[in-house]
Each structure stands twice: as structure tokens, then as C-alpha cells.
């Protein structure tokens, strides 16, 4: 039984193979919380324009691995599953199945194919199917997810649930019996969750891939980068994502500096506490100069005017405080940011599109402009209803949460971080509310 320490120097052994590389004064760090990461060694620092980990392409995991040299194989509607030998997938299934399920269907494969993978260097230091229960909401026990009920995160993960059943249904039929006895649905949803918490858009890594030659959108997947996914999330985290198409790596480059000791991140974007709770199983908590405390709200498709339908957010601060470093990054325009007190904490375009809303037909819609509206110089029953509608939606969505509080105390660290993830979206609407009722007084 190898460490997991013993596991992480063998994935570096593997990349470095192929001229990859972990920068020599970055180890990989593993504890219970963080679980792995990386740490800038004693006595070493790392600088602004430092590569953190260096990938050649060859070591990715894809869809496109899965329908590499398909086509000139013979045996490809073989009904002999992979791991026995065939190495590709029946003809109907790669044509008829999403992209994005061919390639957990393929992570599938190589976790089956165990030593005998490619990539199982990798795959060995990935969480394993039978501990998934821990990670992932989605995953959970249902015991702990009714800790979530009441939220939006709850109704996400039913639909996500419904969505993998159906996924898996879908993939099944096209695949031969033999295929049924391992290729489990418990193990589809490990893939879902590994793909979920690890995986990159392609375009970001393959800027230059010629996508004509693909029989899908390059971005209808997404790509495993063993190595590079180790680095754990910050908002704040200054880094480049390079890719060299001659040498065919990819490169995590810091933009910052790091002293001895301490974490380097990698940045996964703009994403608020409700998405990192269901992509990646934590939250990040409320401080003086960061918090991530946003409820989700979507309006409705109209396809008469051409919209589509659209989420927004409600910010635990003002959407334009310095530490709400997501919510500034959602607003349409700078000039936003002098509106209504009672606006402070939506983002503006639910503003605009209630206004839209309440005054479609009349001949104000077209005359108003995003910052007139923002700074409430609109009809005062415009404003008004604008207000009411707000409060109406963040009051039965304060009351849902209130009504569906757990009956019992959290009894271990799923139900703990469910726990945390409610009182902040309570704190969210209660801030946003106390906002609109002083506006509408």
C-alpha cells in the first residue's frame, strides 16, 4: 500500500517523462484540509512570471482521447469493453453521446484498466469512488443534502441528480451488456465529480486547436490536466494560463509573489460560494476583505423579445465594496456603482430586467438608460414595483429557508459546511432586504 505522498512523486515522475515539470522550490502539500496543494518549499520564494507546473498535452484526459484513431480502427464496434482489450468505444455511442459524457464515460475506462492505464499515475491520486461521498454535494448522503433544503444550492442538486440519470440511461443503451457489469451508475457519477472539480475549458488550453476538425464545439468538454489541477482556488490569486503549441505544454504561471511556507494558488474564476459548494464541495468563508455570499436568481425566457433566460446575483455587501470581488465583476457598467442605496446589493441587471418587465409596452422601456434606472430616475411607481417585486422574491426565499431549517444539530463535516453555506445565505437576504425596505420607506 503506497502513501499518498509516495503517490504524488510518482505523478511527478510520470509528467516530468514527458518534459513536464513541478517548479524545484514548490512541493506538493497533503492535509485534512486543504487535502493536496501547492507550497513554496524553506528558504525558497517564488516571484512574479515563476512557472508553478509545467504540462506537456500528451498527459491530458479528454474527450478527445476517447475518439482518437476511432475512426481507422477496425474493431471499433466491437462489443468487447475497453478495459479487455478494445480500446475504443462502439461507433453509435461516440456519434449519439455528448462529448461531455463520452469523456467520463473514457475516465471510466482507464479507472477500469487500473495499472494498465496510461494514466494511471494519475488516476491513483484522484479521489476515489468510494470516497466521493465526502466531496461533492451531489454525492451525499441524502441525510446530509436535507441540511441544504431551502437553499438554491438543494434544488441544483436535483437537478443535477435527474440530469445524470438520465446521462447514464442515454450511454447504457448504446452499449453493448457486457459493458453494463462495471460500468457502473456509481461510478459515472465519480467521473461527473472528478470532471466537475478538476476539469478546464479546452479553449483556455488549446487556444490553437484546429475545433473544424472535431466533430463537436471545443468547449462541449473539458480536459484533465494531472499536476497542473492540484493548485487549490483563491478570487485573488494573480496567474496565466500559457500554452506553447510548438513544445505542446500548457503552464501555470504565478503573477505574484509567494514566500516560504505558503500556499500558491491556481484562480478558477468568477465564482460565487453556491458554485464552489456544488463544483468543488467547499465555501469560501466571510472575511473583512473577501467574502463570496451571493444568492442566485433567475428570471424567466422571453422568446417573444429574443431573451433568454438569465441569472443574477444578491450580494451579502454592496455590490461595489472592495470585498465583493465577484459581484464587481458582474456589474454591466462602472457607473452603477452611484446607485439607490436600496440597489446596493443587487446586481443591475435584475434591476433592469424587472424594469423591463413591469414596463414592457410603454413607451419608457426604450427611453431609459441602465444608469438612470440604477439611480432610481424612473417613475416613482415604476421604482416602486421594482421594490415590491424584489422584496416579494427575497421574503419567500428568507421564509423557504426558515421553514426548511434542520431539526437536528450538524453531526459531521458535510452537514457542518451545509450548515454554514444556510446562515450565509440567510445573512445575504436579510442584508439585501434590510436595503430595499429602507429604500421603499
Avoid at 84 to 90: D, L, R
Avoid at 320 to 330: E, I, L, M
Avoid at 384 to 391: C, D, E, P, R, V
Wanted: net charge negative; glycine share 4%.
Amino acid at each position: 500500500m503506497t502513501t499518498i505522498s509516495e503517490r504524488y512523486d510518482a505523478l511527478l515522475q510520470w509528467v516530468e517523462k514527458d518534459g513536464g515539470s513541478l517548479n524545484p522550490s514548490i512541493e506538493i502539500y497533503h492535509d485534512d484540509i486543504t487535502k493536496g496543494s501547492f507550497r513554496v518549499k524553506d528558504s525558497c520564494v517564488i516571484n512574479a512570471e515563476d512557472s508553478i507546473v509545467t504540462l506537456p498535452l500528451s498527459k491530458s484526459l479528454s474527450y478527445l482521447d476517447a475518439i482518437h484513431g476511432h475512426l481507422d480502427n477496425a474493431s471499433s464496434s466491437s462489443d468487447t469493453p475497453p478495459h479487455e482489450g478494445n480500446t475504443h468505444f462502439p461507433t453509435e455511442f461516440l456519434n449519439e453521446i455528448p462529448p461531455h459524457v463520452v469523456g467520463r464515460f473514457f475516465l471510466m475506462q482507464e479507472y477500469l484498466l487500473g495499472p494498465s492505464s496510461k494514466w494511471w499515475p494519475y488516476i491513483r491520486t484522484l479521489p476515489q469512488p468510494e470516497h466521493m461521498s465526502n466531496i461533492l454535494p451531489v454525492m451525499w448522503p441524502s441525510d446530509d443534502v436535507e441540511f441544504l433544503r431551502g437553499t438554491n444550492a438543494y434544488a441544483a442538486i436535483q437537478d443535477i441528480k435527474s440530469t445524470l440519470k438520465k446521462e447514464y440511461k442515454q450511454a447504457m443503451r448504446l452499449l453493448p451488456e457486457k459493458y453494463h457489469l462495471e460500468y457502473t451508475r456509481p461510478l459515472y457519477h465519480w467521473a461527473y465529480s472528478i470532471f466537475t472539480s478538476r476539469s478546464f475549458r479546452p479553449s483556455l488550453i488549446f487556444p490553437a486547436e484546429n475545433s473544424s476538425t472535431l466533430p463537436c464545439e471545443l468547449d462541449d468538454f473539458s480536459v484533465l490536466l494531472p499536476l497542473y489541477d492540484i493548485g487549490n482556488h483563491s478570487p485573488l490569486a494573480k496567474i496565466a494560463w500559457t500554452t506553447d503549441d510548438q513544445a505542446q505544454v500548457c503552464t501555470l504561471k504565478s503573477r505574484q509573489t509567494y514566500a516560504a511556507g505558503e500556499q500558491v494558488f491556481n484562480n478558477y474564476g468568477m465564482k460565487t460560494n453556491v458554485e464552489l459548494l456544488l463544483g468543488y464541495g467547499f465555501i469560501l468563508p466571510e472575511e473583512d476583505h473577501l467574502h463570496n455570499d451571493y444568492i442566485h436568481i433567475r428570471t424567466r425566457a422571453d422568446p417573444d423579445a429574443g431573451d433568454l433566460a438569465a441569472t443574477h446575483v444578491v450580494s451579502l455587501r454592496p455590490m461595489v465594496h472592495q470585498s465583493s470581488f465577484v459581484g464587481r465583476s458582474k456589474l454591466l457598467s462602472a457607473e452603477s456603482m452611484t446607485c439607490l442605496p436600496c440597489f446596493a446589493h443587487i446586481q443591475d441587471t435584475l434591476i433592469v430586467a424587472l424594469y423591463e418587465t413591469i414596463t414592457k409596452g410603454g413607451d419608457e422601456t426604450n427611453d431609459v438608460s441602465l444608469n438612470e434606472i440604477m439611480r432610481g430616475e424612473i417613475p416613482g411607481e415604476v421604482l416602486s414595483k421594482i421594490i415590491n417585486a424584489l422584496g416579494s422574491k427575497l421574503s419567500i426565499d428568507l421564509d423557504d429557508l426558515e421553514t426548511n431549517e434542520p431539526e437536528y444539530e450538524a453531526a459531521n463535516h458535510n452537514q457542518e459546511l451545509a450548515t454554514c453555506y444556510r446562515d450565509q445565505c440567510r445573512y445575504v437576504l436579510e442584508s439585501a432586504l434590510r436595503s430595499l425596505l429602507a429604500g421603499a420607506g
